[in-house]
């Protein structure tokens, strides 16, 4: 009676492998895959886990050169501000990065960013002269202020 116990799973058994391929041959895959993870795992994990960290860092330190961007000069070009931007960043010619960078120091030190809204700056009397209006967002200033530059 044993024997007829052990027999009638098998049959039932494999019916069932055969059905599974036949409708998707992705859920084997993945079956595969849960099965073959715990096997690395029992040998020594750390061992194992340290070359793939390691080839993720050189993978990494491969892919930083490649995103790497040459600057543009025209950025870099020290420009002379018109005498009311020089009131706010200072007389020196400085690229543009700088003088955004000056005008922000600027805006902040002087509490000019909108309490409600932090992307509007609220022009003082200085600012007013660059931008031409009492309120403009951090977005348009950049525009603004290339009128400045020569």
Do not use: C
Not at 48 to 70: H, L, S
Not at 73 to 86: D, V, Y
Not at 107 to 120: C, E, F, T, V, Y
């Amino acid at each position: 009676m044993a024997t007829a116990k052990k027999a009638a799973p098998a049959t039932k058994a494999a019916p069932a492998k055969k059905a599974a391929p036949a409708k998707a041959a992705a859920p084997a895959k993945k079956v595969v895959a849960k099965t073959a993870a715990p096997a690395k795992a029992a040998a020594p994990a750390k061992k194992v886990a340290a070359p793939k960290a390691a080839a993720t860092k050189t993978v990494a330190a491969k892919k930083a050169p490649a995103k790497k961007r040459t600057v543009n000069a025209a950025f870099m070009k020290a420009l002379a501000p018109s005498p009311a931007l020089a009131a706010v960043v200072g007389a020196a010619a400085l690229p543009r990065t700088e003088v955004v960078s000056k005008l922000w120091t600027y805006i902040k030190k002087n509490g000019l960013q909108d309490s409600a809204n932090k992307r509007m700056i609220n022009a003082d009397a200085k600012l007013k002269e660059v931008f031409g209006k009492a309120q403009v967002s951090m977005f348009e200033m950049a525009g603004l202020i290339g009128k400045h530059l020569t």
